[in-house]
């Protein structure tokens, strides 16, 4: 598994300067293809989650997703490891290839006392605190 501490590759175009995810495909703004790499902290912020009860063969149920925002509002979608996020959760991201996996940032970044339960069975809808 990869260390959450890790840094996230993120590309910023030479013509428009747009941050986006790496990939083989040019900028999806302005098409060029000149475009320079930098690492940004592995942690975001989820946008929103989703948890799929009947997900496709071969994916275990439920299979939870988040869009997670991470630095230069950059935005990605992360299979969730853990219980589902809550919008505006922080999250750690890992990356496998062009895979992202989100985890609920550890206590100490969270300023909570509360540690993560992983493994534990949580509802996916929780009352507000
Ligand atoms: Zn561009």
Redesign the pocket.
Known sequence: MTDPANSLRLLR?E??Q?RYLPSDSP?P??G?RSATEYFVPAVGSVVVGTELHYPAEGWCAPHRLAFVEVADKVRLLAIVEGHLPRTGDPVSIATEGLVYRARAAPAAERGEGESPRSGSRRPSFEPPR
């Open positions: 175009c013509a428009c747009l900028c703004r302005c060029g």
